[in-house]
């Protein structure tokens, strides 16, 4: 999902002993500029939740060191009261209390509070947004659809720099669209599709249907998209039917961000929605009961959506509204950067027994990998990166911390495969099987291919942490001769006595890995 030109951050030159990464250049959250950003909180007034959430750590893919969400349903009613629902209102009023409260106590006041379709368009919205300051100090900047549509969108150039296609953002009481493409946010415009709204819709199923059919239409007519973008899906409702459809297809890895569906997924989860008992899929699905009473309107516009507008695939982002203000805060050096590379390189220097190792670790590695393209080369980066970052961990249990970690982390530009692919590699960097792990059934997202060259990276990684001579010191070189199936290890003669019988055997288990023979030399 990251497109970059290879002249840009990736490149496969890079110079481990100066700490530098080439085009990735030296890690930003140590810079002042960035560091300024190492705990932000921002509210998101909704039609139907309101939320904060606390950025943590500078990175360019920062942790959630706080999430909390109230469903408020401000939205409800208001078509037909052009006010606020009054019950609604109280609950909102009570969470904005509490989140203040709660921002005080973590020293980031004043939060970032923005408001959106239904204290934009209620009569008392205004009055409302006085009683928020008043009562708890939080000022609410009530922003428009297309501005909205712009946040959602940077939200997903947060997680996926350079990305291309169509942003749709559902809401409470309004639905928003964005194109971007190249990194910037371009055409974009809002529509009144959100779920709350569509409960007020005359006419029972048939007016419903023929509302949203007409509406989509317009909204592809002044969009002007061609057939066959990438359509990235922002929102609550939106979520809640990816995991009615990851339900339906028994899905191993339930990680929502960067979760793929197709045209014909979504007509299929159309279907399984309709027709299974809402009380037992939301319970299978682990959806709350507010959230599961939309999906069923919810599914209506997606299904027209996708039919319409014929995406070549369909991407869940995890990442909106939230993100989009943290990305409109962030220096612009910071939002180039890959936000897989930034978020291991800060895991590292806060976790790690040697920070700094995961570059020169990276250079020892790389020629067992000569045909990787770009996408792979920044998977084995990142793994090079979080190589150590479990050592905490009980030794029997390294092996399974790493997997889960790796794929349920909250890591932005990773495709569930790519998810596994790391997982693996890190848990052969502390175990040379795999078969039996109870996590097994997630080994099917990737090829049979890719599991052997994860193990292989596993093990070279298990091979190089033997060799620690510094953190900015390179070991040793590999070198592979995949047609003579040759694995060489050159040893600087400073590593000599590093190279115990621990260290012999990992080079085996490397070699045994590749179907090589190997052989050891000290260099002059």
């Given amino acids: ?127 409302f947004c006085d009683e928020v300051l008043r009562e708890t100090g939080i000022e609410i900047h009530v922003i428009a659809g297309d501005e909205e549509a712009r946040l959602s969108a940077q939200g997903v150039l947060l997680g996926w720099p350079g990305s291309y296609g169509m942003v749709c953002d559902i809401g409470g009481s309004s639905m928003e669209l964005a194109d971007i493409a190249e990194g910037r946010v371009g055409r974009r415009l809002t529509s009144a599709l959100g779920p709350l709204k569509l409960k007020e819709v005359k006419g029972g199923e048939k007016g419903l249907d023929a509302y949203v059919k007409t509406t989509i239409e317009q909204i592809h007519d002044e969009m002007q998209n061609e057939t066959g973008m990438r359509l990235f899906l922002v929102g609550g409702s939106w979520r809640a039917i990816a995991r009615c459809d990851m339900t339906r297809r028994d899905y191993p890895l339930t990680v929502l961000h960067e979760y793929r569906m197709t045209t014909d997924a979504v007509a299929e989860t159309r279907k399984y929605i309709e027709k299974e008992d809402p009380e037992d899929l939301r319970g299978r699905a682990g959806v709350s009961s507010d959230r599961m009473a939309l999906v069923p309107l919810a599914i209506r516009v997606l299904d027209r959506l996708v039919q319409v507008f014929q995406p070549k695939d369909i991407t869940i982002s995890s990442y909106g509204i939230r993100e989009g203000m943290l990305y409109e805060q962030m220096p612009p050096a910071l939002r180039d950067r890959d936000p897989l590379i930034e978020a ?22 790389r020629p067992l990998f000569p045909h990787a393209d770009w996408q792979r080369k920044r998977i084995i980066k990142a793994a090079c990166l979080l190589h150590d970052v479990s050592w905490r961990a009980h030794p029997d249990y390294r092996p399974q911390v790493c997997f889960d970690n790796a794929t349920r982390a909250n890591l932005g530009g990773l495709k569930h495969s790519e998810r596994v692919f790391l997982g693996l590699a890190l848990m052969h960097r502390y175990s040379n099987k795999r078969e039996g792990a109870r996590y097994q059934e997630m080994f099917t997202l990737v090829s049979e291919e890719d599991q052997r060259e994860a193990e292989v ?29 040759t694995l060489t290890l050159d040893l600087d003669p400073r590593a000599k006595s590093l190279f115990s019988e621990v260290a012999e055997q990992r080079f085996k288990s490397l070699a045994s890995a590749l179907g090589a023979t190997g052989e050891v030399r000290l260099r002059d």
Avoid at 344 to 363: H, I, N, Q, Y
Avoid at 465 to 485: F, H, I, R, S
Wanted: proline share 6%; charged share 25%; net charge negative.
């Fill in 1 to 127: 999902m990251l497109r970059q030109d290879h002249g840009g951050f990736m490149n496969d030159h890079s110079d481990a002993r100066s700490g530098d990464w080439g085009p990735f250049g030296r890690p930003l959250f140590d810079d002042p500029e960035t560091r300024a950003l190492s705990r932000v909180g921002v509210v998101d007034v909704g039609s139907n939740s309101v939320r904060l959430v606390v950025f943590d750590g500078a990175a360019r893919s920062p942790a959630y060191f706080y999430n909390e969400k109230i469903m408020c349903a401000l939205g409800e009613g208001l078509s037909e009261t052009n006010r606020l629902s009054p019950r609604g209102r109280e609950r909102a009023l009570a969470a904005l209390k509490r989140f203040a409260t709660l921002a005080e106590g973590m020293g980031i006041m004043p939060l970032t509070a923005v408001a959106t379709a239904a204290v934009r368009e209620a009569e008392d919205g205004p009055e």
């Fill in 344 to 365: 291991c390189r800060f895991a590292e220097a806060k976790d790690a027994r040697m920070p700094g190792f995961g570059p020169v670790l990276f250079d020892f590695v």
């Fill in 457 to 485: 990276l596993g093990r070279a990684m298990r091979l190089g942490a033997m060799l620690w001579l510094g953190a900015e010191t390179v070991p040793g070189n590999l070198a592979w001769n995949a047609v003579d199936k």
